[in-house]
Nanobody, 114 residues
Framework: QVQLVESGGGLVQAGESLRLSCVTS????????MGWYRQAPGKQRELVAF???????NYVDSVKGRFTISRDNAKNTAYLQMNSLKPEDTAVYYC????????WGQGTQVTVSS
């Protein structure tokens, strides 16, 4: 069973930055595409960004130019650098593989005040 542990969320003001981290258990991290997802209140979970094993990246339009996904295979860790945060970025953020596995972590809450 894969374990995914997210951290780094918090309460910030609009325009500020946060860096999320996701530590993954097991030895399959480096071979798989990793994704960051988010779920806002009353909305479905959405894929925000993903990074392939070869470090190709892709982003949802709403975060392009503001968020950067990266990975450290030696640490089995994926990161999401979030700059110029907006109130509409408020959500619980999760990491998982892409396509996602059945195993979801607890997520980390990001709240952006205006």
């Amino acid at each position: 069973q894969v374990q995914l542990v997210e951290s780094g969320g918090g309460l910030v003001q609009a325009g500020e930055s946060l860096r999320l981290s996701c530590v993954t258990s097991g030895s399959i991290f480096s071979r798989n595409t990793m994704g960051w997802y988010r779920q806002a209140p009353g909305k479905q979970r959405e894929l925000v960004a993903f990074i392939s094993s070869g470090r190709s990246t892709n982003y949802v339009d709403s975060v392009k130019g503001r968020f950067t996904i990266s990975r450290d295979n030696a640490k089995n860790t994926a990161y999401l650098q979030m700059n110029s945060l907006k109130p509409e970025d408020t959500a619980v953020y999760y990491c998982n593989f892409w396509p996602p596995s059945p195993y979801w972590g607890q997520g980390t809450q990001v709240t952006v005040s205006s």
